[in-house]
């Protein structure tokens, strides 16, 4: 029955003349999961979910509060009506309401992309290649080349040049990534003491920019350090499933990533 | 290097090709350095245009052959979709065992709160509180077999 099953996958690959002969299966262990995947369902969801638990009547009453004061936004708006285009520009989707609090429902994070903006490469293309061998060498994982979607006139910019390469992770490799940030990188930093608290973008998204003398840091840069004739700094986006920022700031400490907090201020409640 | 245990560097391209790289990237910076020397004009054109090693990234990149994955017999094909469901089924009912233990944990606390919200608003509003900015202590390290003896302090 199984072995039904693997033969008609099998017949899809090409197959060499002879059998292999050895008794065990020669791909990799797949009996793996990467540390903080780990970390995160043995111990971190279930703390995560008690630390936002909000009973139902108080999300109802968080959400009239909320709505109240969108509308009120939208009432003392003063000036002259904005033209038809900045209308459109001002008009963002708004951020969903968030959900009931749930045994299945705590964040996590969903997607990390790195991200190098090679400015460089609109005089010299080759440029280009460092930044796509340097995330290969970081992630772990090829990288894709981004074209350009808009005309910038100022920087000699025309819309589908090559102008950035990104590596989007999910997965077992997202997590390794943000181990080796959080764990090799971010101490080695000079003068780094972590995110601050108003981090975030609102969404549940946090973006952390490093310029290129931490490139070098990662352990897998050390040995080809040399093979690059421009080094650059990259941006991480961590993409994570909270609605708002301090539920989202709230996961990333879970997994280690430093928060610098500002002197504490007594007596305030806060909606997550 | 031991500090970096699992992360320690170990470099996937061969001996000569690394022995490739140290030259490339001498020879490249000796041209540099004699055009500078040599006093390049304002604003022109840098003279290493295309650099060797940007020869070696594209073969590296785009003309390696990914290797063939290793072929399996009938019967190894067997054993391994029998690891690998045996391997699934292991993880659902790990799954499942933390599944049943949140829903329990997040039903007694709902119970809990309904309780007190019927028993007392002032308590009730007190324990809806929650602290602003919260965070989990840095000293809360992802649980690992080696742990290193001096942890990194951030605010030094």
């Known amino acids: 029955m199984l072995g039904a099953a693997g033969r008609r996958i099998a017949e899809l690959v090409p197959r060499a003349i002879g059998s292999s002969g050895r008794g065990f299966s020669t791909r990799a262990a797949t009996g793996y999961q990467a540390r903080l995947s780990q970390h995160y369902h043995n111990t971190l969801r279930d703390d995560l979910m008690i630390l936002q638990y909000v009973p139902p009547s108080v999300r109802a009453r968080q959400e009239d509060i909320e709505q109240a004061q969108l509308q009120a936004m939208k009432d003392n708006a003063g000036g002259t009506p904005p033209s038809a285009q900045r209308q459109r520009q001002k008009m963002r989707p708004l951020r969903p309401a968030q959900a009931e609090s749930a045994a299945h429902n705590t964040a996590y994070v969903d997607k990390v992309t790195v991200h190098i903006r090679c400015r460089e490469a609109l005089n010299n293309k080759h440029h280009l290649l460092s930044s796509l061998m340097a995330l290969q060498v970081i992630a772990g994982q090829r990288a894709e080349v981004v074209k350009a979607k808009n005309d910038a006139a100022p920087w000699k910019l025309r819309k589908g040049m090559p102008i950035a390469a990104k590596v989007e992770l999910t997965g077992d490799r997202m997590y390794e990534f943000l181990d080796k940030l959080v764990e090799v990188v971010l101490p080695r930093m000079k003068e780094y003491s972590g995110l601050r608290m108003d981090a975030g973008d609102g969404s549940g998204s946090f973006t952390l920019g490093f310029d290129n003398t931490a490139i070098g840091l990662f352990p897998e840069m050390e040995m080809v350090y040399d093979m690059f004739p421009l080094v650059t700094g990259f941006a991480v986006n961590i993409s994570t499933t909270a609605g708002r920022n301090p539920a989202g700031r709230l996961l990333l400490s879970g997994l280690n990533v430093p928060f610098l907090h500002a002197r504490k201020v007594k007596d305030e409640s806060f909606m997550l | ?156």
Not at chain 2, 19 to 47: C, L, M, N, Y
Not at chain 2, 90 to 115: I, L, N, Q
Not at chain 2, 138 to 150: C, D, G, H, K, L
């Open chain 2, 1 to 156: 290097m031991s500090a970096l245990g699992r992360f320690a560097a170990g470099s996937s391209l061969s001996t000569s090709r690394r022995a490739w790289i140290g030259r490339a990237s001498k020879a490249a910076k000796e041209t540099v350095k004699r055009t500078a020397a040599s006093g390049t004009r304002a604003g022109g054109p840098s003279h290493q245009t295309s650099d060797a090693r940007y020869e070696m990234m594209k073969q590296i990149l785009f003309q390696e052959e990914a290797r063939q994955p290793p072929q399996l017999s009938d019967e190894d094909m067997d054993r391994h979709m029998t690891i690998l469901r045996a391997q699934k089924i292991y993880r659902m009912g790990e799954s499942a065992k933390r599944r049943s233990e949140r829903e329990g944990k997040f039903e007694a606390m709902r119970r809990a709160y309904d309780a007190l919200e019927a028993l007392d608003e002032r308590l009730f509003d007190g324990a809806c509180q929650k602290e602003a900015n919260m965070t989990f202590p840095r000293q809360m390290r992802v649980a690992t077999e080696t742990p290193p003896t001096r942890v990194w302090d951030y605010l030094k």
